[in-house]
């Protein structure tokens, strides 16, 4: 089973260059609606294990990404391909909507 991989300002540029899409979900401790998010997410990342990257960035913890994206509200959930987004979900979703979201990029 698949789980979110940590992501952190200093690994981040490694993660995204994998050529597979990447699902950052942007989250904190003290954010009630990343809390509702964050057992989807790992979900996903069993689910897409192989096909894609799924993982989360504490923004409290790596200001540099956050700033990078101009990330204001979380959760915010961004899909990369090649370092670059190609789709944003800012609030929580059912897991539906971000598998949608994930597939039209593999």
């Keep these: 089973m698949g789980k979110a991989i940590e992501i952190t300002d200093a690994n981040f540029e490694e993660i995204t260059k ?5 699902l950052v979900d942007f989250w904190a401790e003290w954010c009630g609606p990343c809390k509702m998010i964050g057992p989807v997410v790992e979900e996903l990342a069993g689910e897409y294990e192989g096909k894609a990257v799924i993982g989360k960035i504490d923004v409290d913890a790596n200001p540099g990404v956050s700033a990078k994206f101009g990330i204001r509200s979380i959760p ?3 899909v990369l391909k090649n370092g670059q987004i190609v789709e944003k979900q800012v609030g929580a979703v059912p897991k ?4 949608q979201k994930i597939d039209a990029h593999l």
């Design 18 to 22: 994998t050529g597979l899409p990447v």
């Design 76 to 78: 915010t959930l961004l």
């Design 96 to 99: 539906s909507v971000l598998a």
